[in-house]
């Protein structure tokens, strides 16, 4: 799946569910990260997401969009298989 702001592809980080002894052990979904929550690797790949940062300004100061609106760059799935923005509760 990818990142819906940069388009990178998202790492799974986790799984969550019902995994507690007393529960049914039932997976809901994947836990996943942008990579680029934190910036990009590249300045090339830096440039490229955000065209209007300032040419004179350090490259590392640009991250992903998904760091600042969304809880540092979380999306999960839902049991259905939907990519969904912050962390699961």
């Known amino acids: 799946m990818e990142c ?10 986790d799984e969550y569910g019902f995994f507690c002894a007393h529960q049914s ?5 994947d836990i996943l990260r942008c ?3 934190e910036g990009f690797e590249t300045e ?12 004179d300004q350090d490259w590392k ?6 760091a600042c609106h969304h809880v540092s760059g979380s999306f999960y799935t839902d049991e259905f298989g939907k990519l ?3 962390y699961p509760c």
């Open 4 to 13: 819906t702001y940069c388009e990178a592809e998202l790492e799974k980080e």
């Open 25 to 29: 052990g039932e997976k809901m979904g």
């Open 35 to 37: 990579p680029n929550h």
């Open 44 to 55: 090339t790949e830096a440039r490229e997401y955000d065209t209007e940062f300032p040419k």
């Open 61 to 66: 100061e640009i991250c992903c969009d998904s």
């Open 84 to 86: 969904l923005e912050g």
